[in-house]
């Protein structure tokens, strides 16, 4: 179990848990970022501030403290 | 008690119906995740020219369109997008009271087939209203065009309501949404199928049992709604109940289910639990009834390989605004004599045709040079206006937004803010309106503090006359992108300032969804610039020729004849021409200055003394608080009136004459700072209540712009200049 912001660019795999508290958590949710969806990693700004992640043909820009709280179990290896 | 009331009032009102016109109305909620073609649908079906762009978030207040069809008034209620009935931001918020309180006879949900289960979510949560609904399934044809298919059919069968594949771009299927909505209506309401896990339809059993205790919720199927809503834990709906004789029990009841089904489900809430049943129902359904198109590479991604590159992304950016306000100003100067020459042309025509007196004055002095050297601006106008639309259409601003979020960030704001902002440079009234799509009213009321700093449009021609006037051609382009950039800093400064000093506090968290780019549809954009041209032409046509109008009325009265017979005598002594010219123009200018404008401005004069401003340039500053535009025609009218001899030159060569380099800077300093015009004001004042926001909001722009014209002036006076 990882969170986003432990994983590198094109890392993909499933979201486990989020720990973030609503309403945050509604959001996310409701973007299609739940417990069970796929997800991937696909950019974040120089600095890392702010992530972009896919899920579900979704794509979703989150700031790192959001992007900290979502946890996922990825597949294969992702350094 | 608010639901009970609201339930009486429906049917009161149903009875009324369907009288007066003959026509039986039929009123339509069309609902949906935001961006997903809702205002696009209710264009393409009637024709109607809603605003829509590729971003979450662009229509932000409830618009109505009317269809006759069949003998039936349909009413179609285009919402602001909601991603879930736990509404977050105050524009969902307007979504959600209109789909809560007001009387409507069914809902159209929009959803998006490309996010098909994501969208089909937030479906469920409208069909636990138990309304009359359809479903329009949306952009079709991309999701075919990729290969991929959804089955209509089985989609109706399994939710059990119509279903309508549409696509808004390629008007196709949209049309039927009228048809199955008179059906609909004329219908029973169907059957509900949308059950969840035992255990949680049993605690719904339990409070829907307490829930008819109460003569407000009698009837099955709104208890039923307050119970799930309940157990998704909407404050609104626990609000409404709050004030029941049967609250005492409820609460306690909902207590000890909330702790049962969490501890069952091992959650954390049981709106969690719900969420994690829709989830699970809608890739079901979805598995059953979409043919995903096969994985590859979009054009989106490649696109954002580029645009939103960690190192490259920014500078990207800024070229790009850098590009915009270069072509505004060296394309839009391309037309602008043609313009100018057609104005004069009019007003020579109104001199010749008219006797002399005072409405040949008035419409060939007054009105027709003031309106001509607004209008002079509408390419430049236009061409912003693009820009700005591109930006929209494409879907590029939300990958600005991303890009900035880390930026705006350090300044207090968050990456959202941008929308707003980017809207402010072409108008601060839609901007204040977007700012609703922030969730934090601190994070809300800073942004549209600063807002005015982004310089709208009706800035452009003030700003592109000065420029003409005062700097060199070559760098006309790059001074124009300065002066914007400085007013959005100067913004980004001031929110921070207001961050630390007045709004203590984080600010709002960032998410956001990052559509796909779209090609902005040919048609969409002519449109939208059609609909600034002519506003922008009826704005010239009325209120500024008005404004012109009363400035020149107050500049060429009272009529000083003791002035005249003083000067008509020296003149007559006069040596040679050249005196009798000189004099001439010392007369027009005396005239001026004791006319009632002279008067105005003779008094203001000493305010603006410091920034190097004469009386005229006083006047003109002030004017610009109707609309900015009407400083130029004010320009244009005093010094055409202090001017005897009309030919001499154009407006910008009179400003040469007149006005320092220093004071024609510190004039754009305070033009980009200032209040802005009555229209934006008084948005402000309909959006923020807090009686402190608005007194703050009408003085310290303008303190503020004082400060900072009188700071610039000094410096450019100590540099030399
Ligand atoms: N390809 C395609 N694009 C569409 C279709 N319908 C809408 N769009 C595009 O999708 C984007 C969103 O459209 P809008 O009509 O503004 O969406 P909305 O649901 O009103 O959005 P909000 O007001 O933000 O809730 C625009 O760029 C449209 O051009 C469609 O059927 N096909
Ligand atoms: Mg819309």
Redesign the pocket.
């Known amino acids: 179990m990882k969170s986003l912001t432990e994983c590198t660019v094109g890392c993909e795999g499933r979201i486990v848990k989020i720990k973030a508290k609503d309403p945050i958590k509604g959001r996310l949710v409701s973007l299609g970022l739940t417990k069970g969806s796929e997800i991937k990693i696909l950019d974040h700004t120089l600095a890392k501030q702010t992530w972009e992640v896919e899920s579900d043909g979704t794509k979703i820009a989150l700031r790192d403290e959001e992007a900290a709280t979502v946890f996922m179990e990825p597949k294969g290896s992702c350094e | 008690m608010k639901c009970g009331n609201c339930e009486e009032q429906k049917s009161d009102n149903r009875d009324a119906r369907g009288g007066v016109s003959g026509l039986k109305k039929i009123k339509v909620a069309l609902a949906?995740?935001?961006?997903?073609?809702?205002?696009?649908?209710?264009?393409?079906m009637t024709g109607a020219r809603?605003?829509?762009?590729?971003?979450?978030?662009?229509?932000?207040e409830k618009k109505e369109i009317y269809i006759e069809k069949e003998g039936y008034e349909i009413e179609m209620v285009?919402?602001?997008?909601?991603y879930s009935l736990n509404a977050y931001t105050p524009e969902e918020q307007v979504a959600k009271n209109f789909l809560y309180n007001e009387d409507y006879d069914l809902i159209v949900n929009?959803v998006d087939a490309n996010a098909l289960s994501r969208n089909l979510i937030f479906t469920f949560q409208l069909m636990d209203m138990k309304k009359k609904m359809i479903l329009v399934v949306?952009?079709?044809?991309?999701v075919e065009k990729q290969g991929g298919a959804v089955d209509r059919h089985k989609l109706e069968e399994l939710l059990g309501i119509p279903v309508i594949l549409?696509?808004?771009?390629?008007h196709?299927g949209v049309d039927e949404i009228v048809d199955y909505v008179i059906e609909v209506y004329k219908k029973n309401k169907p059957k509900n199928k949308l059950f969840y896990d035992e255990r949680i339809e049993e605690q719904i059993e339990k409070l829907i049992r307490v829930l008819h205790k109460s003569p407000h919720f009698k009837d099955p199927d709104e208890a039923r709604f307050i119970a799930i809503r309940l157990l998704d834990r909407d404050e609104e709906i626990y609000k409404t109940i709050h004030d029941l004789p049967i609250f005492i029990e409820l609460h306690e009841m909902l207590g000890k289910i909330y702790k049962e089904l969490e501890m069952e489900f091992d959650e954390e809430s049981t709106s969690d639990i719900l969420s994690n049943e829709r989830y699970a129902l809608s890739k079901a359904l979805v598995m059953k009834t979409f043919k995903s198109p096969p994985k590859r590479v979009t054009l989106t991604d490649r696109l954002d390989k580029l645009l939103i590159h960690p190192v490259f992304g920014l500078p990207i950016f800024l070229f790009l605004m850098w590009l915009l306000f270069q072509i505004t100003f060296e394309v839009g100067s391309i037309p602008m004599d043609l313009i100018d020459a057609a104005f004069v042309e009019v007003s020579n025509t109104i001199k010749a045709v008219l006797p002399s007196g005072a409405i040949q004055s008035v419409l060939s002095e007054g009105i027709v040079p003031a309106v001509g050297s607004v209008i002079m601006f509408l390419p430049n106008i236009l061409i912003l206006f693009l820009g700005i639309n591109l930006l929209?259409?494409t879907?590029y601003m939300a990958r600005a937004a991303f890009l900035l979020d880390g930026f705006m960030k350090r300044f207090g704001l968050q990456g959202k803010a941008f929308i707003p902002l980017v809207s402010g440079f072409g108008c601060t009234v839609p901007a204040y309106m977007a700012a609703r799509t922030l969730k934090n009213p601190k994070d809300r009321i800073i942004t549209m503090l600063v807002l005015g700093f982004m310089s709208c449009s009706a800035r452009l021609p003030v700003y592109v006359l000065l420029i003409g006037a005062f700097f060199p051609a070559s760098h006309a382009g790059n001074i124009l992108f300065i002066i914007y950039i400085s007013g959005a800093i100067l913004g980004l400064i001031v929110a921070k300032v207001l961050r630390t000093v007045l709004f203590k506090g984080e600010p709002e968290p960032f998410v956001m969804e990052m559509?796909p780019y779209?090609f902005?549809?040919m048609k969409?954009l002519s449109v939208e610039l059609w609909i600034k041209a002519k506003l922008f032409l009826k704005k010239a046509g009325t209120f500024i020729a008005g404004a012109s109008m009363v400035i020149w009325f107050f500049s060429s009265y009272p009529h000083n004849s003791q002035l005249v017979q003083n000067y008509e005598a020296k003149m007559e002594a006069a040596a040679n021409e050249a005196q009798k010219v000189h004099l001439q123009n010392e007369l027009a200018a005396k005239e001026l200055e004791s006319s009632y404008l002279g008067t105005i401005g003779k008094t203001i004069e000493p305010l603006f003394a410091p920034l190097g401003f004469d009386w005229r340039v006083s006047v003109a500053t002030l004017s610009g608080l109707a609309a900015k535009e009407v400083v130029v025609s004010t320009l244009a009218t005093l010094y055409a009136v202090g001017d005897a001899d009309e030919k001499s030159g154009t407006l910008i060569e009179r400003l040469r004459e007149n006005i320092s380099f220093k004071a024609a800077v510190a004039l754009i300093v305070i033009i980009m700072i200032y209040s802005p015009c009555i229209a934006a004001m008084s948005t402000f004042w309909a959006e923020v209540p807090q009686w402190v926001w608005r007194g703050f909001y009408m003085i310290y722009p303008n303190v503020m712009a004082w400060v900072a014209a009188f700071g610039v002036y000094n410096l450019l006076d100590f540099l030399g200049y």
Request: charged share 20%.
């Open positions: 949906g995740q935001p961006n997903v073609g809702k205002s696009s649908i209710i264009n393409s809603l605003h829509v762009g590729n971003f979450s978030g662009v229509t932000v285009d919402l602001p997008g909601i929009v949306n952009m079709i044809d991309e549409t696509s808004a771009k390629e196709r929209e259409q879907g559509p779209r902005p549809s969409a």
